[in-house]
Protein backbone atom coordinates (compact mmCIF):
# COMPACT_ATOMS: atom_id res chain seq x y z
CA UNK A 1 0.00 0.00 0.00
CA UNK A 2 1.03 3.74 -0.71
CA UNK A 3 0.74 6.61 2.07
CA UNK A 4 -2.02 7.69 0.20
CA UNK A 5 -5.24 6.81 1.50
CA UNK A 6 -8.48 6.01 -1.04
CA UNK A 7 -10.88 8.91 -1.75
CA UNK A 8 -14.24 9.33 -2.93
CA UNK A 9 -14.16 9.69 -6.60
CA UNK A 10 -10.78 7.95 -7.16
CA UNK A 11 -10.35 5.18 -9.91
CA UNK A 12 -9.45 1.85 -9.93
CA UNK A 13 -7.83 -0.13 -12.64
CA UNK A 14 -9.60 -3.56 -12.67
CA UNK A 15 -7.89 -6.25 -14.84
CA UNK A 16 -8.50 -9.64 -13.67
CA UNK A 17 -10.87 -11.35 -11.04
CA UNK A 18 -12.94 -7.41 -10.46
CA UNK A 19 -13.64 -7.14 -14.13
CA UNK A 20 -17.33 -6.83 -13.87
CA UNK A 21 -18.70 -10.07 -15.41
CA UNK A 22 -15.57 -12.06 -14.74
CA UNK A 23 -15.61 -15.83 -13.79
CA UNK A 24 -13.87 -16.05 -9.81
CA UNK A 25 -15.29 -12.39 -8.87
CA UNK A 26 -15.88 -12.67 -5.30
CA UNK A 27 -19.60 -12.73 -5.03
CA UNK A 28 -19.63 -10.66 -1.73
CA UNK A 29 -17.73 -7.57 -2.53
CA UNK A 30 -20.20 -5.05 -3.73
CA UNK A 31 -19.12 -3.69 -6.45
CA UNK A 32 -21.74 -2.56 -8.21
CA UNK A 33 -22.76 -0.68 -5.24
CA UNK A 34 -19.96 0.48 -3.95
CA UNK A 35 -18.64 2.19 -7.28
CA UNK A 36 -19.28 2.99 -11.23
CA UNK A 37 -18.04 0.23 -14.00
CA UNK A 38 -16.40 2.71 -16.73
CA UNK A 39 -15.24 2.26 -19.88
CA UNK A 40 -12.19 0.39 -20.75
CA UNK A 41 -8.88 1.93 -20.43
CA UNK A 42 -4.54 0.59 -20.21
CA UNK A 43 -1.63 0.83 -18.55
CA UNK A 44 1.72 0.06 -18.81
CA UNK A 45 3.07 -3.13 -16.88
CA UNK A 46 3.70 -7.22 -17.62
CA UNK A 47 0.52 -9.44 -17.04
CA UNK A 48 1.17 -12.94 -16.08
CA UNK A 49 -1.20 -16.10 -15.25
CA UNK A 50 -0.66 -16.48 -11.06
CA UNK A 51 -3.12 -20.03 -11.67
CA UNK A 52 -6.26 -18.91 -12.48
CA UNK A 53 -5.98 -15.51 -11.57
CA UNK A 54 -3.41 -12.75 -13.24
CA UNK A 55 -0.53 -9.86 -11.66
CA UNK A 56 0.85 -7.18 -13.14
CA UNK A 57 4.63 -6.68 -12.66
CA UNK A 58 6.54 -3.95 -13.56
CA UNK A 59 6.96 -4.19 -17.61
CA UNK A 60 6.18 -2.19 -20.35
CA UNK A 61 3.60 -3.99 -22.39
CA UNK A 62 0.07 -1.75 -22.73
CA UNK A 63 -2.30 -3.95 -20.76
CA UNK A 64 -6.11 -3.84 -20.59
CA UNK A 65 -7.96 -2.55 -18.07
CA UNK A 66 -11.53 -1.45 -16.49
CA UNK A 67 -11.99 2.06 -14.74
CA UNK A 68 -14.15 1.42 -11.77
CA UNK A 69 -15.06 5.24 -9.86
CA UNK A 70 -15.19 4.50 -5.93
CA UNK A 71 -18.48 5.95 -4.24
CA UNK A 72 -18.21 4.07 -1.11
CA UNK A 73 -14.74 3.51 0.80
CA UNK A 74 -16.09 0.90 3.36
CA UNK A 75 -15.45 -1.17 0.77
CA UNK A 76 -11.63 -0.68 1.10
CA UNK A 77 -10.94 -3.57 3.48
CA UNK A 78 -12.68 -5.83 1.96
CA UNK A 79 -11.29 -5.31 -1.36
CA UNK A 80 -7.68 -5.02 -0.19
CA UNK A 81 -8.82 -8.41 1.82
CA UNK A 82 -9.30 -9.79 -1.20
CA UNK A 83 -6.32 -8.60 -2.71
CA UNK A 84 -4.61 -10.07 0.32
CA UNK A 85 -3.06 -6.70 0.78
CA UNK A 86 -1.63 -6.51 4.46
CA UNK A 87 -0.22 -3.61 6.28
CA UNK A 88 3.16 -4.95 6.28
CA UNK A 89 4.50 -4.97 2.24
CA UNK A 90 6.22 -8.24 3.04
CA UNK A 91 3.33 -10.43 3.70
CA UNK A 92 0.87 -8.58 0.89
CA UNK A 93 0.76 -10.76 -2.44
CA UNK A 94 -0.37 -7.48 -4.00
CA UNK A 95 0.33 -4.08 -2.89
CA UNK A 96 -2.59 -1.14 -3.85
CA UNK A 97 -0.62 1.84 -5.65
CA UNK A 98 -1.25 4.39 -8.11
CA UNK A 99 -0.36 4.33 -11.38
CA UNK A 100 -0.97 6.59 -14.62
CA UNK A 101 -3.46 5.96 -16.84
CA UNK A 102 -2.87 5.75 -20.79
CA UNK A 103 -4.55 5.91 -24.22
CA UNK A 104 -5.04 3.55 -26.40
CA UNK A 105 -2.15 4.70 -28.45
CA UNK A 106 0.22 4.27 -25.03
CA UNK A 107 0.40 7.62 -24.41
CA UNK A 108 -0.23 8.70 -20.75
CA UNK A 109 -3.59 10.39 -20.73
CA UNK A 110 -2.90 12.34 -17.94
CA UNK A 111 -5.61 10.16 -15.44
CA UNK A 112 -4.11 8.52 -12.32
CA UNK A 113 -5.77 5.29 -10.85
CA UNK A 114 -5.42 2.59 -8.01
CA UNK A 115 -3.88 -0.67 -8.91
CA UNK A 116 -3.79 -4.27 -7.11
CA UNK A 117 -0.03 -4.76 -8.46
CA UNK A 118 1.76 -8.12 -7.46
CA UNK A 119 4.23 -8.25 -4.74
CA UNK A 120 5.79 -11.40 -5.48
CA UNK A 121 8.79 -12.93 -7.93
CA UNK A 122 6.79 -13.35 -11.43
CA UNK A 123 9.23 -15.63 -13.33
CA UNK A 124 8.17 -18.73 -14.24
CA UNK A 125 4.70 -17.93 -15.01
CA UNK A 126 3.21 -17.15 -18.42
CA UNK A 127 2.33 -13.76 -19.81
CA UNK A 128 -1.21 -13.02 -20.73
CA UNK A 129 -1.85 -12.65 -24.34
CA UNK A 130 -2.09 -9.28 -25.37
CA UNK A 131 -2.35 -8.43 -21.80
CA UNK A 132 -6.18 -8.65 -22.01
CA UNK A 133 -7.22 -11.18 -18.99
CA UNK A 134 -10.21 -13.18 -20.47
CA UNK A 135 -13.51 -13.24 -18.67
CA UNK A 136 -13.66 -16.43 -18.25
CA UNK A 137 -10.42 -17.47 -17.54
CA UNK A 138 -10.64 -16.98 -13.85
CA UNK A 139 -11.14 -18.92 -10.67
CA UNK A 140 -12.59 -17.97 -7.29
CA UNK A 141 -9.06 -17.46 -4.98
CA UNK A 142 -10.82 -18.24 -1.80
Not at 61 to 67: D, E
Amino acid sequence: MTGKSVEVGDLFIFYGLLKQGAAGQPADLPLDSAGTFGAPCRFRARMVDLGGFPGVVEGNQLCHGVRWKLTDTTIMPAMDAFEDVTEDPATSLYLRKQIPLMDDTGAESGETAWIYWYNRPADGYPPVADGNWPLEAGKTRK
